[in-house]
């Protein structure tokens, strides 16, 4: 059974700093790469970031820049992201996702952060984060 399972949200204060879990299970692993993604309510869905599990590439978001780290423990099958200097407007449910790679056999690499934001096959369940003032 393919899962994604999204972790680590809470209550932060601005400044303040989160790290988000996304544990995969099911599925090839390095055959996708892993995508954050994040809808505060009455807002569109938005791409955060993403990461080729293969060979580590990674893709953000302007709006996170310089604040938010993305990473991949391939031997535990999970992805981080690391959020530091949180904002108020990081206030979101955050989803992880999984992006299949491989066309023919052969890996499609990332080339930059549009590859991010549509293609996935499966959706974790997100995890509420809030950052207060």
């Known amino acids: 059974e393919v899962q994604l399972q999204a972790s680590g949200g809470g209550l932060v204060q601005a400044g303040g700093s989160l790290r988000l879990s996304c544990a995969a299970s099911g599925f090839t692993f390095d055959d996708y790469a892993i995508g954050w993604f994040r809808q505060a309510p009455g807002k569109e869905r938005e791409g955060v970031s993403c990461i080729s599990s293969s060979d580590g590439s990674a893709y953000y978001a302007d709006s996170v820049k310089g604040r938010f780290t993305i990473s991949s423990d391939n031997a535990k099958n999970t992805v981080y992201l690391q959020m530091n200097s949180l904002k108020p407007e990081d206030t979101a449910v955050y989803y992880c996702?999984?992006?299949?790679?491989?066309?023919?056999?052969?890996?499609?690499?990332?080339?930059?952060?549009?590859?991010?934001?549509?293609?996935?096959?499966?959706w974790g369940q997100g995890t509420q984060v809030t950052v207060s003032s």
């Open positions: 996702a999984a992006q299949h790679r491989v066309f023919l056999g052969r890996y499609i690499p990332l080339d930059n952060f549009s590859d991010c934001l549509s293609g996935y096959a499966y």
